[in-house]
Structures are given as structure tokens and as C-alpha cells.
């Protein structure tokens, strides 16, 4: 480009994206491109597929290639979403125009002007690291914050302080998933601030139709997971999410180290016919989720067949490990529980049998133990640990609410599926006339039309330990 053409592009982006990277953004897109060139501070609220990353990764290269001496700092939650998306979008859009290439040069973390490094760049930190954003000086810099709902309070910190200097902009886009922090704030309480945006999914010609309609179908317009992945916006902020959505995809995403497997818990709901699901549910050591296994339509005695099989399949990958089959049994459960309780020695003796099978001539034969234990959602309420200021009504409060708790802490992976996700998240609950808590009826979720939270179910009933003499937790 010449001078001139610089000085045009510098306060026109979106003609920079149209001519220079040969690029076709859309109405929220170029919305987004004028907004950080008028603005100092833009913030983007959206869905799921809206072309944030696209919008990003082409301001990163206007900034870069219409000022002199510029300063990029990048940040995002996560090394994929900052390396394996963003940093890989740029990378394309260089591409589209091969004279890029020639000016400037891209490496996994740092994009450069040629001949200077040091002082002319765009660079990548993920904001794990709570100074990620701290240390840049320079006439002109931009910060790129992706997923920004994601980024802790302590990492926009510098950016606050750097906002007060002249031609410092700052960019940032996410799924509005929490209703706390930096991010949520520059939409609410520090909206004048901003150039606050939001990009309805519904509204954005780069989303498909038919993924609307499914999550529409599947979790009902009601529901978090529909706010946050397609409408662009925040959760409710209203007392009766039982379960955050934000802890649910935190939880997700986390990765659960364990030394010793001394424990296998298989919660089992049992459905037969209709929309609702059977489904079997194992948690390793109480903290680690694997993959469970759902069926429709099932009688109980297959139910009960798939339990078996799954039990040998744990005493196979886990040698030293005692494992606790959890069944619902105030409806149907109760055949699948009887029918396990009746093989248990029958169960036993055959992976006893394959133990000794395998095993060599002098080798240590491991006892196996199994446990068929029987679970009631209907059951007598209490307090989750003795320190809890308030009880539940039921053994269904104490079952989720072991659930919450261990999400809240961190202490709890969960499977990363969506529909296990808005269950979890969508359940409602109220406090009784005497100060306990009870969670929303299923028959009044169905009435919202959600479906039966039958994975959620699962997984707390693999969580949760009846003590023999009442339904107490025990940990």
C-alpha cells in the first residue's frame, strides 16, 4: 500500500478487509470493524458461529499493517482457543493476499513486521498466566481479547490502565457464559464505557438454521444453553438456576488427575418407553466422569444386561477397584436393582473366574468387589455436609445438590455433552414455606417443554453414598 491508501484504510477497516485481505464481512462483522475504529473499548456479546474469530483476526492485521510501531497483545482462556483458532484464522487471512506474506511474518506465537520484531507485532499469551496483558508500551496498541467471558477479572487489570493513552483500543468478543466479571460488566453496570454490541445468532447470515432449530428442539428457547450458544446472551440472573451454566462448561473442559482408582460409581435411571432415556453413568473416585451410555426403549431385563456388562467392563480396567452400582429404584429401577442383587454372586464369581484365567502361575489375583446399591429420589432430605446453612427436601435436593457443590469447587469433570449440560443447568428450584430447598418437578419441566434430566440423574446417583441407616451423605 502508499501512504495514502494507509492513511484511508487506517480509519476504514472494513474496506482494509474487502480490498487488501479480499474478505466479504457481514453486517454485525463490519459493525464490529467501524465500532473499534471509531471507539476506543468495544465489546461483542454473541452465539456460537457468528464469525467472531474471522472479525478478530482481521482487525489484528488492519491495526498491524495501518500504523506504524503497533502493539498487539492477544489473549484468550485456552491455548486452543487462542493458538488452534485465532492465531490459525490470521494465519489463513495472510494467506488470501500473498504481498502480506512478503511484509510480514507469522510464527505460532508472534506475527511480526519484517526487519522489526521487537517493536512492530502482534502476539499471543493465553490468560492463564494472571500478568498475560501487562508490559506493552507502545503509541499505538490494540488489545484482542477472545472469549473474553472466560478471562479472569486479575488479567484485564493492565488493560484498564493502558485504555487511558491515546490510540489504545481494546477488542473483545465471547459467549456471554458467567454473570460476573470484566466482561458481563462492560454490558451492564460499565456499558457507557464501551461500544457495547450483540450478535443474536438468529440474526447472523453465518449460522445455520438447522442448528438453531436443534437447539430449539432439544433444550427449548427457555433455557441457558439457548441464551449463551445462540441468542448471545447472558444466563438469567434470577435465584432459581439450581446449577450454573458456567460451572457446567467449566467442568467440561477439565481435565481430572487421579494416582490411585480405588472406587468405580455407576448411577443407573431406568426409563422404558416414551421420550425419557435409560441411562448408565460411571464416575471414577467420585471425581472423574466417563462416558456414559444412554438407551430408549429398553425392558428392564436388557437394563439390567447392559449393567452387567458394564460392571465387567470397569473390573477389567480396573483391577483394585471396588464398584458401586447406584439404581434409582422408586419406579421401574427396581426390576433392574432385583434382578443385579439376585446374580450378584453369579456376577462375582465370573470375574473372579477371568481373573484367575489371566492371571499368571505365582501372579496376585485381586478380590473383586461389587456392591448393588438401592436409591430412592423420593427419600428423606437433609444437609449436604453439616456445615450447610440450608437443607434440602429431599434425597433428590441431596443427590444435585452433591453435584452443585463439586462443580462450584472445581472437584468434578463432567462428560462434555450439550444435552448434559442444559440438563444440569435448566433445573429450577425453590425454597419451601419451612426454609428447605426442593428442586423443580420433572412434570413441570416437561411443562417448560424440557425434557427428563435423566443423564443428570445418573451422574448424581453415581455421586451419591447412602449411609445404611439413612440418607445421609457420606463421603
Sequence with gaps: MTGEEILFYAKKPVYFVEDILRAKPDDNQKAILRSVAEEPMTSVRSGHGIGKSAVESWTLLWFLLTRPFPKIPCTAPTQHQLFDILWAETHKWMRNNPQIEKEITWTKEKIYMNGYPEEWFAVARTATIPDALQG?????????????????DVVFEPVLGAMTTENTKLLMCGNPTKITGFFYDSHHKNREQYRALHVDGRNSIRVDHAFVHKIVDMYGEDSDVFRVRVAGEFPKAMPDSFIWLHWCEKAAKTEIDIDAIDRVGIGVDVARYGDDSSVLYPTINQCKSEQYEEYFHNDTMEIAGRCVMMIKKYARKYLRARIEIKIDCDGLGVGVYDKLKQDHDR????????????????????????????????????????????????????????????????????????????????????????????????????????KSPDIADALALSLYRPKRDSYELEF
Excluded at 136 to 152: P, Q, R
Design 347 to 450: 456376577i462375582v464369581d465370573e470375574i473372579m473366574q477371568e481373573r484367575k484365567d489371566n492371571a499368571g502361575p505365582d501372579e496376585d489375583i485381586p478380590q473383586f468387589a461389587l456392591e448393588i446399591m438401592e436409591c430412592h429420589f423420593g427419600g428423606a432430605g437433609g444437609k449436604i455436609d453439616s456445615d450447610d446453612p440450608v437443607e434440602m427436601e429431599n434425597s433428590t435436593g441431596l443427590m444435585w445438590g452433591t453435584v452443585r457443590e463439586k462443580l462450584r469447587k472445581g472437584e468434578l469433570s463432567i462428560c462434555n455433552s450439550d444435552k448434559l449440560i442444559s440438563q444440569l443447568s435448566t433445573r429450577k428450584y425453590m425454597v419451601t414455606g419451612d426454609g428447605k430447598i426442593v428442586l423443580e418437578k420433572k412434570e413441570s419441566m416437561k411443562k417448560r417443554g424440557l
Design 136 to 152: 506493552f508500551h507502545a503509541e499505538h496498541l490494540l488489545y484482542i481479547i477472545d472469549e473474553a467471558s472466560g478471562v479472569k
